[in-house]
């Protein structure tokens, strides 16, 4: 179909890619905006948060890294194992996508800490003093608790697939299995000669 044809619904063909480019530049400047917006506000607020539930302390600032860095981390993994285990099956792509939304917002507060982390923009340098003052060992804790988390998902998914490899050789073993419809053989009579036999 050249640019010059109509489609059957009466727009020329030129017309509705001029449509469609349009349409992706203003989604394109959309997100760039609101992404400059965010990278010049999430990173600082989310510092002052922390720093909020942390007040200085050691405990408080590793308990809260462990909680946002294990916890969530993993939570979010589980999510994206589930979302790729129920996908083929009935209904799955629904609730795939489901657990996919639940784990981006479970994985928000440790993007919000990358932002931060590493950022380079003078919101994610205000953001890293803050927390070097007011949430001290939050970030380490918060690293030792994804790496954590990470560990118990491998064990994890290597649990799923070793479960589904013994569920696949199960199966493969009665497919092949031949057919033992036949009735067991009966013993053969004892032919030994009895004391009444002799007689």
């Given at each position: 179909?050249?640019?010059?044809?109509?489609?059957?619904?009466?727009?020329?063909?030129?017309?509705?890619?001029?449509?469609?480019?349009?349409?992706?530049?203003?989604?394109?400047?959309?997100?760039?905006?609101?992404?400059?917006?965010?990278?010049?506000?999430?990173?600082?607020?989310?510092?002052?948060?922390?720093?909020?539930?942390?007040?200085?302390?050691?405990?408080?600032?590793?308990?809260?890294?462990?909680?946002?860095?294990?916890?969530?981390?993993?939570?979010?993994?589980?999510?994206?194992?589930?979302?790729?285990?129920?996908?083929?099956?009935r209904a799955g792509k629904f609730l795939a996508g489901a657990a996919v939304l639940l784990?981006?917002?479970?994985?928000?507060?440790?993007?919000m800490t990358l932002s931060i982390v590493l950022g380079a923009s003078s919101a994610a340098?205000?953001?890293?003093?803050?927390?070097?003052?007011?949430?001290?060992?939050?970030?380490?804790?918060?690293?030792?608790?994804?790496?954590?988390?990470?560990?118990?998902?491998?064990?994890?998914?290597?649990?799923?697939?070793?479960?589904?490899?013994?569920?696949?050789?199960?199966?493969?073993?009665?497919?092949?299995?031949?057919?033992?419809?036949?009735a067991p053989a009966q013993a053969a009579p004892d032919a030994t000669p009895t004391r009444?036999?002799?007689?």
């Open positions: 179909m050249t640019s010059s044809e109509v489609r059957p619904d009466g727009k020329s063909s030129a017309s509705v890619w001029r449509n469609r480019i349009i349409g992706g530049v203003a989604l394109l400047v959309v997100l760039v905006v609101t992404y400059l917006i965010l990278a010049a506000f999430i990173p600082r607020w989310w510092a002052q948060r922390l720093a909020e539930m942390v007040s200085g302390s050691f405990s408080k600032g590793i308990g809260w890294g462990l909680f946002f860095g294990g916890v969530c981390t993993l939570v979010a993994l589980l999510l994206l194992l589930f979302a790729v285990l129920m996908w083929r099956k784990a981006v917002l479970v994985l928000i507060p440790n993007l340098h205000a953001g890293q003093r803050i927390l070097d003052v007011d949430a001290p060992a939050f970030r380490g804790a918060g690293l030792v608790g994804a790496i954590i988390a990470a560990l118990l998902f491998a064990g994890a998914v290597f649990l799923v697939v070793r479960r589904q490899m013994r569920r696949k050789k199960a199966a493969k073993q009665i497919a092949t299995a031949p057919e033992t419809g036949a009444h036999n002799r007689l």
